[in-house]
C-alpha cells in the first residue's frame, strides 16, 4: 500500500518532468524562434512556437502517454514485464486499416479523414476478433488471449505485406512511410479530441488500478479476493487497445513506448499501480516529446520519423531486459 507522501512526490515528479519537456521542447528546432516575440504576436515566432511546435509537441505527450499507460494495463494483464501495446495485434490491426485506406484510395471514412478512420476500425476490429476468440464461455485467461493476440498479429502484418507488394510506388512510399510513426501538427480540435479520449482512458485505468493490482500477483489471488476476472480482463484489454487503437490512427505504429517506460518506473517507484500509472502517463509523454523533437533536429531540415528513434531506443532496452531475465533464471 502506497502511503499518500510517496504518491504526493512521485506525482509532483513526474508532473515536473512533463512540464518541463512541454516548455522546453516547443523552443527547439531547425529554425530560431523567440518566446517572447511569440507571445507578443509577432511573425513568425508566433506561428512557429504556436501553431506549428507546440500543438506538435502535445500530440506527441499524449500519444507517449497513451502507450505508456497501455504497456502498465497490458503488463498487469498478461504479467509479464516484456508485454507492451503492440503484444495482442490492435497496433497492426490499426496499420492494417491506414494501409488499406492509402491503397486503395480512400479520402474521408465518415466525418473522419480515411487513415484514421480506417485505423481506428481496423483497431477496433481486431480488438474484437481478439476477445471473441480468447473468451471461453464466461471465461478468459491471460495465456489464451497473449496466444490469440500473437496469431492475429501475424494475420494483420501479412495482409500488410500483401497490400504493400500491390501497391503502386507513390502508395509504396506512403505505406512505408506510415509504418515508421510519426507526430505532425494537429488541429485544435484534433488535438482536443485525442486529449479527451487520452486523458478519459488514463482516469478509467486509475480507477481500476486497486484491480491491477491483484490482477498482476495471480488470476486466482484476485479471483479469491473478490475481482470479477472476465469482467476486469476484459475491460483492462479493451481500455489498452482503445488507447493504443487512438494513437496508432493519429501518428502510425510506434514501438517500446508502452515496454521501456514502465519498466524502468517499476524499478523506481515499485508496482503499485495507483503510484506506476500515472507515472507512467506523465514520464511516457514527455519521452515520446523528447524522441520527437530529437527526431525533427538531429538531420534537420530533414525529419526522421520518431518510430525510428523510438526503436533504436527500445531495440537495445529490449535485449538487455532479455538478458537480464535469462541471468536471473540461471541464479
Known sequence: MAGAPRFWITAAGASALLLAVVVVAPLIGSSDASLARAWEGISPDREILFQVRLPRVLLAVLAGAALATSGVIFQALLREDLAEPFTLGVSNGAALGAVAAICFGWRTIGPLPALWGAALIGALGVMALVVGIASEGRRMSSFTLLLTGVAVNSICMAAILFLHYSAGFTQSFAIVRWLMGGVDSPTPATLAAVAAAVVGGFLLALWRSNDFNLLAVGEEWAATRGVN??????????????????????????????????????MLVGADHRLLLPASFCVGGGFLALCD??????????????????????????????????SSLWL
Open 229 to 266: 476476472l472476465t469482467l476486469v480482463m476484459r475491460f483492462a484489454f479493451v481500455l489498452g487497445s482503445f488507447l493504443t487503437a487512438i494513437v496508432t490512427a493519429m501518428t502510425g505504429p510506434i514501438g517500446f513506448v508502452g515496454l521501456i517506460v514502465p519498466h524502468a518506473l517499476r
Open 293 to 326: 523533437t530529437v527526431a525533427r533536429t538531429i538531420m534537420a531540415p530533414v525529419e526522421v520519423p520518431v518510430g525510428v528513434i523510438t526503436a533504436m531506443l527500445g531495440g537495445p532496452f529490449f535485449i538487455w531486459l532479455l538478458r537480464t531475465r535469462r
